[in-house]
């Protein structure tokens, strides 16, 4: 129920970078470390099926691409298990307000 509303209180944000930035201010820096991850998270999936126009849609349905993109898919879900394994212990340690610019610039992106 906790991770639900935590996801529920991260929806993206809808206003000016300005509002973000406010909204994102009254964030504890481990609740930013954890929004930053979902934001480099979202951004690696899109980079992933950039070159299929961010869908898979357009690539023949054989076994073959049904395999690959399974393959695919675990290895990035993978990734992101390690990713927030280990940078959710050292991204605190970060100066809050560049963590605050790194999420809203992912979230340009």
């Known amino acids: 129920m906790k991770k639900i509303l935590f996801a529920l209180l991260f929806i993206p944000f809808v206003g000016s970078a300005q509002t973000d ?10 609740q930013l470390a954890d929004v ?11 980079l992933a099926l950039s070159a299929f126009d961010t ?8 076994n073959y691409t049904r395999k690959k993109f399974a393959a695919v898919d675990k290895k990035m879900e993978a990734y992101n ?3 927030i394994q ?3 212990e050292i991204i605190p340690y970060a100066d809050k307000p560049e963590i605050l610019k790194a999420i809203i610039y992912l979230r340009n992106l």
Do not use: C, D
């Open 21 to 30: 930035s406010v909204q994102l201010g009254n964030l504890t820096k481990v």
């Open 86 to 88: 280990q940078f959710m």
């Open 36 to 46: 930053y991850l979902k934001e480099v998270q979202r951004v690696s999936r899109e």
């Open 81 to 83: 298990e390690t990713l």
């Open 55 to 62: 869908v898979s849609n357009n690539v023949p349905s054989t």
